[in-house]
T-cell receptor, first 115, second 113 residues
Framework: GENVEQHPSTLSVQEGDSAVIKCTYS??????FPWYKQELGKRPQLIID?????GEKKDQRIAVTLNKTAKHFSLHITETQPEDSAVYFC??????????????FGKGTHLIIQP | NAGVTQTPKFQVLKTGQSMTLQCAQD?????MSWYRQDPGMGLRLIHY???????DQGEVPNGYNVSRSTTEDFPLRLLSAAPSQTSVYFC????????????FGSGTRLTVV
């Protein structure tokens, strides 16, 4: 099955600076890579996703990049704001036994925005 | 349109007790799944279903059962609760198993004493 590694586990940045979270995956057949944001005590919510036929995708202050050759993808948040403080999870689609078996999640990054 | 509804929100069980966590979605999603979330462990897949009558095991299925008799409902059963099953449980649904984002329920915080 798929294995997803996420770094760093904690990231503290000054308000207004940029934040970058990185993930690597193991299954070269993976073709869908979503990112989720989870605020304290809340459910994970999809913030952006990218498919394997695209190298980069942007949505306002958030962007995701994908390098299929190196099997890694990253989340970039620019001009960080206090409401960006949360835990962020990356995920990758996985296959086992010849069939799809859903998303495998990284262990999460706790992003702290310092005022 | 309520999305994904989970009940209960909180539950305390004694070791050995059984219970069912309920999950329902009204988006006509074929794919539904259960994850558990533990500190520092991320989200780990317990069981999933790609349609009514079809279920399969995820990464951590031991101690849990599921069934999918309708498209809307996907209950998770704890057969004999153990302290190791203390966790936050999330149900998620999607149009497909891995090409679209998942919609998560609000979670069930389960404590086994």
């Amino acid at each position: 099955g798929e294995n997803v590694e996420q770094h760093p586990s904690t990231l503290s940045v000054q308000e207004g600076d940029s934040a970058v979270i990185k993930c690597t995956y193991s299954d070269s057949a993976s073709n869908y890579f979503p990112w989720y944001k989870q605020e304290l005590g809340k459910r994970p919510q999809l913030i952006i996703d990218i498919r394997s036929n695209v190298g980069e995708k942007k949505d306002q202050r958030i962007a995701v990049t994908l390098n299929k050759t190196a099997k890694h993808f990253s989340l970039h948040i620019t001009e960080t704001q206090p409401e960006d403080s949360a835990v962020y999870f990356c995920a990758a689609s996985g296959y086992s036994g010849g069939g799809a078996d859903g998303l495998t999640f990284g262990k999460g990054t706790h992003l702290i925005i310092q005022p | 349109n309520a999305g994904v509804t989970q009940t209960p929100k909180f539950q305390v069980l004694k070791t050995g007790q059984s219970m069912t966590l309920q999950c329902a979605q009204d988006m006509n999603h074929e794919y539904m799944s259960w994850y558990r979330q533990d500190p520092g462990m991320g989200l780990r897949l317990i069981h999933y279903s790609v349609g009514a009558g079809i279920t399969d095991q995820g990464e951590v299925p031991n101690g849990y059962n599921v069934s999918r008799s309708t498209t809307e409902d996907f209950p998770l059963r704890l057969l004999s609760a153990a302290p190791s099953q203390t966790s936050v449980y999330f149900c998620a649904s999607s149009y497909s198993i891995q090409d679209y984002g998942y919609t998560f329920g609000s979670g069930t915080r389960l404590t086994v004493v």
